[in-house]
């Protein structure tokens, strides 16, 4: 029992200090983007997504060192479930979502709703093999060369006087040391997660789906919410649909490719119905111009659904 109590800890300061270190991270990066004066899309689709995803992307590598890559599975998922069902619902209940709407966010919720169906498929057809994670790693690559040629103005992230009086060798400092505690936060929970499923006897996929994936996600919560208090609403929102694009493309793909026959998709079932719910539910809502503060809450009640049911 003290052995357990002890894990759980573990866990919960693990969980902490991976959303510190995370945080940490991107507002490095922030002042990466000022300095190198990148384009809005670029900064939030392609730079911030990929960065935010970057608790999944360890999660995943210590996961295939543990032989345990179910919880970096169900992590994927439950995060991504986690940003459109909490964050963007919690963005619309907060009435920052109204007028969101442009064409651009909607073809990325096309594209993002697309590739969530390919775990659907994988559990359909029954093909997990290293092809099927090279072909997602591609779809990656696509999108990420797609939305680099996408051009918006470019984004003032800190005010430049603020921004000038850091050397970038200072900056590039603190992203490497804030990156070093995502990486061994990301070990730790890993380790403690699996401690805990088999003292439970629950599958790690599902400590991953509930439990890990909100501390990997609590860097886009934080991120997106100072965003839209900035005022800029397609970088908060164009975060969210490419982190949950990297998760599902480059994360997945990553899993698939290197631990293919140690993958369990049966779960899937269960999960995904909530990650194409609620993106769904946000498209609609997109199209119409925005997501209203009940918009909101119904992603967020949707969210609450899936932790009290998986």
């Known amino acids: 029992m003290i052995d357990f109590i002890v894990q759980v800890l573990i866990l919960a300061g693990s969980l902490v200090l991976l959303a510190s270190a995370s945080h940490f991270t991107i507002k490095s990066i922030e002042k990466l983007i000022a300095l190198t004066g990148l384009s809005e899309v670029s900064a939030g689709f392609v730079i911030l997504a990929v960065l935010t995803s970057t608790p999944e992307i360890t999660v995943a590598f210590f996961s295939i060192l543990e032989g345990t890559p179910g919880i970096s599975i169900g992590d994927i998922i439950g995060s991504n479930v986690f940003n459109v069902g909490a964050v963007l619902g919690i963005l619309g209940m907060l009435g920052y979502l109204k007028t969101c709407c442009s064409g651009l966010l909607v073809e990325l919720t096309d594209i993002l709703f697309i590739t969530s169906v390919i775990p659907l498929l ?72 699996l401690n805990i499923a088999v003292a439970l006897g629950v599958p790690p996929i599902l400590i991953g789906a509930k439990v890990v994936s909100i501390g990997t996600s609590l860097p886009e919560l934080t991120l997106d919410l100072t965003a839209v208090r900035r005022g800029r609403v397609q970088l908060a929102i164009g975060d969210i649909l490419g982190s949950n694009l990297t998760n599902l493309t480059l994360v997945l793909g990553l899993v698939l490719l290197t631990s293919p026959f140690e993958v369990d998709m049966t779960i899937f079932i269960e999960i995904l119905p909530f990650l194409l719910i609620t993106t769904i539910i946000f498209w609609r809502f997109l199209t119409r111009g925005g997501v209203s503060q009940v918009g909101g809450i119904i992603l967020i009640l949707i969210y609450i659904v899936f932790q009290a049911i998986i």
Do not use: Y
Request: hydrophobic share 60%.
């Open 122 to 193: 994988l559990v359909i057809f029954g093909v997990v093999s290293p092809f099927v994670g090279a072909l997602l790693l591609g779809t990656f690559i696509v999108s990420i060369f797609f939305m680099s040629r996408r051009r918006t103005p470019p984004v003032d992230v800190e005010k430049p006087a603020v921004v000038e009086k850091e050397n970038i060798k200072i900056v590039v400092a603190k992203l490497v040391l804030a990156f070093v505690g995502v990486m061994v936060a990301s070990r730790l929970v890993v380790s403690s997660g």
